[in-house]
């Protein structure tokens, strides 16, 4: 995903949601997707695009949008 599309995937996200990638990773963090700061390895994108899509109607492209921000943010 290239800049503009992210940026543009993190506003419609937001106005969805109310969050931000930085509120998705703190979830992520207490939900025991992250060690040390880091994406734990084990922890694929279709985990968290299926958490994602329950918790917060987020479809696979927004879903798939947070992963990359948490794994950007390593």
């Known amino acids: ?3 503009i599309n992210l940026t543009a995937y993190y506003a ?3 106005k969805k949601t ?3 990638p930085a509120d998705f990773k703190e979830l992520a963090i207490a939900k025991g997707y ?3 700061g880091t994406l734990k390895p084990m ?3 279709a985990e968290v695009i299926a ?3 329950a918790d917060f109607e ?3 492209g927004h879903g798939l949008a ?3 921000s948490m794994k950007d943010s390593e």
């Open 66 to 68: 947070i992963y990359h």
């Open 34 to 36: 992250f060690e040390n």
């Open 51 to 53: 958490w994602l899509k």
């Open 1 to 3: 995903m290239n800049k």
């Open 18 to 20: 109310g969050k931000t």
């Open 58 to 60: 987020l479809g696979h």
């Open 43 to 45: 922890v694929k994108p």
């Open 12 to 14: 419609t996200i937001k």
